[in-house]
Every structure is written in C-alpha cells, then in structure tokens.
C-alpha cells in the first residue's frame, strides 16, 4: 500500500452517502463503503464508487435536482478546463452536449453557465491545435537542419552568426529561455502525463486505453526534443569557435546564462546548458576549460548533482515553489522543474504503486497523490511570463543549425587534437 506523505490528507477519496430513509432502494450503494461524519476511507471497490456516483433509476445521489446540478457544472467545468483533448473527438462533444441538453432545463442560470464551458473548449481546444501545429513547424525546421549536419564527414563548415552576436547579456538569454520553456509548458496538459505511461486501462480491462498515443503526448515529446535541442546548441556554441580563447568566453558566457536560469527558477534551463556543458565532445578541451573562469559552473554542478536521488536540486526547488506561493509577481512566481527528473518521478509513482490493494479496492491514495503532483506543475505551467520579448534571440533558439554528435566530435578534435588512442581512431573514423 502506498505510504502516506506527511500532511498528506485523501479527504478526496470520500464519497458520502445520501441520507438514510425508511425504505431506502437495495440498488444504491452497498452498505459499509462509506461513512458519513465517521473516519475517511482511503479505498473502494469500482462498483461501489460507480454506485455512489452514477443515479439510476431507484437511486440518486442527491435527492434534488436543483442540489444535484451545480455540482454537475462544476465536474463539467473543470473536465472541460483540465482535460480539454478528450474533447477532441466528435463523440465526445456530442456526449458533453447531451448532458447539456438534459440540465439545462433544470434552472435558466445553467444555460448561461453551459454555454461558457463549450465557448472556453472551443477556445481551448483552437489554442492546442496553434501551439501543436507550430511546435510541428519548429520541430521541423530543426530537424531538417539537423539532418544535413549529420552528413558531414570533415570539420562541419563554420556557422555564419552565433549566440554572443546576437545576445551577449547572459539575463536576457536567460530570460528569453524561460520564455520559450513556459510556452512549451502552457500546451502541456495533466492529460498526457497519464497517457505517457499508462498504455492499458490501470483498472480494467485488457485493450490499450489510447487509439492515437503519439499525438496525445505531442506536446510532452516537443519538450522533450527542445530540452535536447538546448543541450546541443550549448555544445555546438562552444565548439564552433577555432581560438581557445572564444571557446573560453563563450564557456564563461553560458555559465553565467546558467546562473541566471537558477535565479529566475528555470531549472530546466538550467539543466540543459550544464548538460550541454558536459557533453563529452566538451568536456575534453582541456586547454579551452584551463582558460575559463570556472567556479561558478561547479557550484552549479553541484546544485544539480544528481547524489542522494538530486538532494540539493530537490532543495532548491522546494525554495522557488515557497517562493511562488508567497510571490506579489509573476517574476517571483516562476518555476520550471527539471522536467525529465519530474517525468521520472511520476513514472515511478505510477510503476511503483499498484491501482489497486490487494482486497481489489482501488487504491485512493496513489492516484491522489498523483494529482498533487501533476497539479502543482500544472499550477507552475500556468504563470504569464514576465519578461519582454526579444523576437531575434528566439528565432536564433529555435532555427540555429546545430551540430550532430559526429559534427561536434569533428569540431572538438579540430580544436584540440586527439589525446589518446580511442580519440584517435574515432577521429580517423569520423574523418
């Protein structure tokens, strides 16, 4: 059974029966699975909660309609809010307007209320398509530059601009990064965490949950590639340069871009030019490390040090979430986690921890505790970034030609010759 968490409260695993009556009908729910006023349960089987929730003919869960309905609004209103994808098919919206149609009647307030909740879907579902299909055209373009990088088999021809030319002030690449990070993260929804790691139905059933899993996680797979893309463009930045000593600045330049990430709260940022930084084709220029001022990128090193399932980031971030929580700004509200460290972190909750105790109830506080994660990161995803757009220094993030690995051990061997054997033969090989 999943433990616990302190403070941890699973008062949304109760579901209160309605009041009792003399004759009340044998089809409710079955006696003992809930408790009014008495102790929180923290399981039940899926008939009962079916049974709880679901009226029938002889059973209702609240005995007035005029009750019963607000709270249909509001279970309408945050699916439609939280989960709008599953509202991209035709059936769906053809469902979510049936029940429409049957409330509605009820009061002349709920026509207004329901008529909102479809105009927002719509909205929101137009803002998905956008954002999906301009994430698709960035891909695109990066990936057709990646693609003829990869066919080079000498030194990869020199890039006409780079990074210090077009922004030279390690804060406004730092903000412009966490720009591009919260438009990734604003078209990223609770619903693709789950469809990311749950291919079959986790209570029931034998068939896959999902007909179309790749584009239901598109978006999460886009952030993914940017974070990778980030990490070559650092690494590609470094190793363009032919003097030691631009290799030299720019190294001490991204450090500082770094920093500033950490500052602002974009640790996924963060993460990416350290990555990026220690990627071995960068790594190995000793002679362009040795003239670098770089004590500051071991403390940042440190921070991100993956030891003790990464203590001291784990730290930090609980600091810039305190911070968010008590912020009067969107500036102090900023928190972009080190994404793949909080996908893997999900992964194993879910892995983890079985859907259901070993009576067959379902396990409440697993999937509650799931909930508060993906809830607060969707509560982070939602902040308006508050810097000023810089559009030149995002089109050079988006479009820079970068150097595939093959591209970037060339450049590296070039700016520094092989030092051992293996560099050697590889170097021959690529050659």
């Known amino acids: 059974m999943f433990t616990t968490p302190t403070g941890f409260s699973p008062h949304l695993a109760c579901v209160e029966p309605e009041e009792e009556e003399e004759e009340a009908p044998q089809e409710g729910p079955e006696p003992g699975a809930c408790l009014s006023d ?15 929730l679901v009226p029938t003919a002889d059973y209702y869960p ?40 049957r409330i509605a009647p009820c009061d002349e307030a709920y026509w ?22 301009s994430i698709v055209k960035v891909s695109l373009n990066a990936s057709s530059i990646s693609d003829k990088l990869v066919a080079f088999k000498t030194k990869p021809p020199p890039i006409q601009k780079d990074m210090l030319s077009i922004c030279n002030d390690p804060y406004t ?10 438009e990734h993260l604003s078209h990223i929804g609770p619903e693709e965490f789950v469809q990311a790691f749950v291919q079959k139905d986790p209570l029931d059933g034998t068939q896959p949950c999902f007909s179309d899993q790749k584009k239901k996680t598109s978006n999460l797979e886009a952030y993914v590639r940017w974070f990778n893309r980030l990490c070559y463009l650092v690494a590609t930045e470094i190793c363009m340069p032919a003097k030691k000593k631009q290799r030299a600045q720019v190294i001490e330049f991204f450090i500082d871009v770094a920093r500033e990430c950490f ?49 001291n980031y784990r730290t930090a971030l609980r600091g810039a979430a305190h911070r968010s929580q008590t912020a009067n700004s969107n500036r102090e509200r900023i928190v972009i986690p080190f994404f793949s460290l909080l996908i893997k972190d999900i992964y194993f909750l879910n892995e983890g921890c079985a859907n259901r105790l070993p009576n067959g109830h379902v396990n409440f506080e697993k999937f509650v505790e799931l909930a508060r994660q993906v809830g607060e990161f969707m509560t982070w995803k939602q902040v308006e970034c508050p810097f000023e757009e810089d559009r030149s220094i995002l089109h050079y993030l988006h479009t820079a030609p970068i150097f595939s690995e093959d591209g970037l051990y060339l450049a590296s061997y070039e700016s520094e010759s092989p030092e051992n054997q293996v560099e050697k033969d590889r170097w021959k090989a690529l050659r």
């Open 38 to 52: 008495g102790p929180m349960i923290t399981s039940a089987s899926l008939d009962t909660l079916i049974q709880n």
């Open 62 to 101: 609240e005995a007035k309609v005029r009750k019963f309905g607000p709270k249909i609004l509001q279970l309408l209103t945050e699916w439609t809010e939280t989960f709008p994808s599953d509202f991209r098919e035709e059936k769906m919206v053809g469902h979510l307007k049936d029940i429409i149609r």
């Open 112 to 133: 207004k209320t329901l008529n909102q909740v479809l105009q927002k879907l719509s909205q929101r579902l137009a803002q998905m398509n956008q954002g999906e299909e």
């Open 173 to 182: 690449l730092a903000q412009q990064l966490t720009h591009v990070e919260l």
């Open 263 to 311: 500052n602002i709260g974009n640790f996924n940022s963060l993460m990416a030019i350290i990555s990026g930084m220690n990627m071995s084709p960068v790594s190995r220029l000793k002679k362009t490390w040795g003239k670098a001022k770089t004590a500051k990128f071991f403390i940042l090193e440190h921070q991100m040090d993956p030891t003790g399932n990464f203590y």
